[in-house]
């Protein structure tokens, strides 16, 4: 393992932004990792996955880990259940379709989700009815200080909508190293709830779906609505979808009868990001090389040279935008560094 200095990280993180790390390694074992933070102990540390849910604007001046372990496995087995382990290293996507392929169900609707299997945990990734938490079993995580590894139960993770321990009183404590899913094997429980994917598969008239259905109709749906980051610089979703108290819902329906909602709870209710961004008029609009998507207004591109910099006025631009006109506050789901 050879620490470069002042190495590029465009090609780590999908929003491609052209930053520099003072110091840069990437660890390919669980054993590589414990050396390279007990050996660097005093050393401030940015820990890397996938480089998918991050805009960056500014050099990280720190040592970037950059984990890279890969591997999976399958820890235990019944008639009707499998948990399937994934090293942090494995890319999602390619992770998801691995486990159709075996006939294992329960993370079909999260297809072409960019990033690696070892951040899915700290945001609780979600699409299309379907969250990390719903198949979870427990995840290993290195303790930075201590490299010391400890297993997570999904209690201990306090996972919430795009929220997690790990973004909250764990942050920068511990990095994980494994993820183990509880998946079908049989029964598959097919979750089309969601208007797109029933559309989708009545297009390709499959009455019956199978995971891989799902799985296809949900790849089709992302690909017509967002940008691939290889081609135009983007992390997905910039913003989530907020929820307001009810109480704040009826003011702004009151003024925006058409405003669509889903309600959350007898108190809350989820109002759609995109929809207030395009509404506020941002759909497709473009700053210089920073800009807002022309399919899908929750999605933040870089159409070449944008700077983080430039991205994030862009964000702060169309919160204060989105507040003004509807009085509701969106916040950022990528995390900026």
Sequence with gaps: MEIALHHPLKNYNTFGINAHADEFVAVRSVSEL??????NSNKQKFILGGGSNMLLTQDIHA???HVDIKDKEVVFEDDNHVHLKAMAGENWHEFVLYSISQNYGGLENLSLIPGNVGTTPIQNIGAYGTEIKDTFVSCEAMDIETQEIKTFTKEECEFAYRESVFKNNLKNKYVIVSVTFRLTKNNHKINTAYGDILAMLAQNNITEPTIKDVSNAVIAIRQSKL???????????FFKNPIISKELFEKAHAQHPQMPHYVVSETEVKVPAGWLIEQSGFKGKRFGD???????ALVLVNYGNATGQELLQLSKKIQETVYTNFGIRIEAEVNVI
Excluded at 34 to 39: F, G, T, Y
Excluded at 227 to 237: A, F, V
Aim: no cysteine; aromatic share 0%.
């Design 34 to 39: 414990s050396q390279v933070l007990k050996e």
């Design 63 to 65: 040592l970037v880990i």
């Design 227 to 237: 940008p691939d980051p290889k081609e135009l610089g983007n992390s997905g979703s």
């Design 290 to 296: 920073a800009g807002v998507h022309t399919k899908q």
